[in-house]
């Protein structure tokens, strides 16, 4: 059978309807940095009260951190396996960040283990942070998010003075201002701008 010949006019629409997908397909609600971001900052200040007051054990607040992102990634992991069959269309961009994704979680998981198996914590927290940095730099390049971009080199400047910190109060609050800058201004930034465009193409829908 003969292919199907295209007009000139449809190659155009053919080749605009790509762009809009490209377009949307790159804008972030900003909602996993703000909701990360804010259990991350959260974890580091109750851990800096809980430091005075002596309520708990040290790492308390961060162990319910570690459980509930246990309970969330196995979520994820399982809504995946039975659910991937309502992702349609398989996109670049989001092929790469799966794979980004799942190389940040066993860089991140590697660091964990290493504090808790010899690296000490106010060194340990520094290389989280730099973590961070690296993968809000990532981020902000592929999607070409400027904040994210800015946000990543100061969390790194952050980073570097975390390693000259002379207790772990010190490293908590420096952690919590890294996370507060990189992760969720820049995600409430992203959200701000993704409602905006929403907003902007349901009333073009209803024109």
Not at 25 to 49: P, R
Not at 68 to 76: D, F, G, K, L, S
Not at 127 to 139: K, Q
Not at 158 to 164: K, P, Q, R, T
Request: with cysteine.
């Amino acid at each position: 059978m003969e292919e199907k010949q295209i007009s000139e006019h449809e190659s155009l629409l053919l080749i605009q309807q790509m762009i809009q997908t490209a377009k949307k397909e790159q804008k972030d609600d900003g909602k996993g940095w703000i909701i990360w971001g804010w259990m991350l900052f959260l974890a580091s200040v109750l851990t800096v009260i809980n430091l005075h007051f002596k309520w708990f054990s040290t790492f308390f607040f961060w162990n319910v951190f570690g459980v509930i992102t246990i309970v969330a990634m196995a979520y994820q992991s399982i809504r995946y396996l039975f659910f991937k069959h309502t992702d349609k269309v398989k996109t670049y961009t989001k092929d790469l960040f799966q794979k980004l994704n799942t190389g940040f979680f066993i860089c991140l998981m590697f660091i964990i283990v290493a504090i808790n198996t010899g690296i000490v914590p106010i060194k340990g927290f520094p290389l989280l942070i730099n973590l961070y940095a690296f993968w809000i730099l990532i981020y902000g390049s592929a999607l070409n998010f400027r904040p994210s971009i800015i946000a990543a080199y100061v969390t790194w400047g952050i980073g570097f003075v975390s390693l000259f910190a002379a207790s772990f109060e010190q490293v908590m609050l420096l952690h919590s201002a890294a996370v507060l800058i990189g992760y969720i201004i820049p995600g409430h930034i992203a959200n701000n701008e993704f409602r905006k465009l929403h907003k902007r193409n349901k009333a073009l829908e209803s024109v």
